[in-house]
């Protein structure tokens, strides 16, 4: 149960497109399409972005997409904005009911 | 609307123990699974347990496994955590929220989706 791989941090200007990448293996972000992504802003409680690799929940604005391929999932938020200045987590099912969160990402707005 | 509250933190001795509950407001309680998520000073979160809809499967991360045990009440709307043999690595934010414990296919629900608010666990001598 090894934590999935993110970036520590990823930086752009207000406008610009990043991408946050998360890499496991082949038993868990390889072997299922049940990826999801969070946005969390210190203090509050976290928010779905993303969930089963692409679809996007109700309320969330379509600048935030996923994507996954082999054993790395994907966040892309284009049209950087001020607001979208928070920490990111992506998570996979892992089998024998067992999920596994990514290390995390800062997202900095310059 | 949907609505998740944690309550039961507060500070326990190393070796100690300590229950956290979850009430659930604003939908259908016993159609879902649930999970306890944590998240320690400085570091990312951290999935520790989940249970599905009547409590008859559970799962644990190897952190917690032996030491932690799920359950829920599904006529109180509740889910609890109970936590044994504390350490001082437990010390966390620990977040209920919504999410199938196992993957049944299409309506599987393999995501975390409301969560509360948090309630702080401090084990400290």
């Known amino acids: 149960q090894s934590a999935l791989t993110q970036p520590a941090s990823v930086s752009g200007s207000p406008g610009q497109s990043i991408t946050i990448s998360c890499t496991g293996t082949s038993s868990d972000v390889g072997s299922y399409y049940l990826v999801s992504w969070y946005q969390h802003h210190s203090g509050k409680a976290p928010k779905v972005m993303i969930y089963?690799?692409?679809k996007r929940p109700s309320g969330v604005s379509n600048r935030f997409s996923g994507s996954k391929s082999g054993n790395t999932a994907s966040l892309t938020i284009s049209g950087l904005q001020a607001e979208d200045e928070a920490d990111y987590y992506c998570?996979?099912?892992?089998?024998?009911?067992?999920?596994?969160f990514g290390t995390g990402t800062k997202v900095t707005v310059l | 609307e949907m609505q998740l509250v944690e309550s039961g933190g507060g500070v326990v001795r190393p070796g100690g123990s300590l229950r956290l509950s979850c009430a659930a407001s604003?939908?259908?309680?016993?159609?879902?699974?649930m999970t306890w998520v944590r998240q320690a000073p400085g570091k990312g979160l951290e999935w520790i347990s989940g249970?599905?809809?009547?409590?008859?499967?559970?799962g644990y991360a190897d952190s917690v496994k032996g030491r932690f045990t799920i359950s829920r009440d599904n006529a109180k709307n509740s889910l609890y955590l109970q936590m044994n043999r504390l350490r001082a690595e437990d010390t966390a934010f620990y977040y209920c929220?919504?999410?199938?414990?196992?993957?049944?296919?299409?309506?599987?629900?393999?995501?975390?989706?409301?969560w509360g608010q948090g309630t702080l666990v401090t084990v400290s001598s």
């Open positions: 249970i599905n809809w009547n409590g008859d499967s559970t």
């Open positions: 998570c996979t099912y892992a089998g024998n009911s067992i999920y596994v």
């Open positions: 089963e690799v692409t």
């Open positions: 604003g939908f259908t309680f016993d159609d879902y699974g």
């Open positions: 929220a919504r999410g199938d414990i196992n993957y049944y296919g299409s309506g599987s629900r393999n995501w975390f989706d409301p």
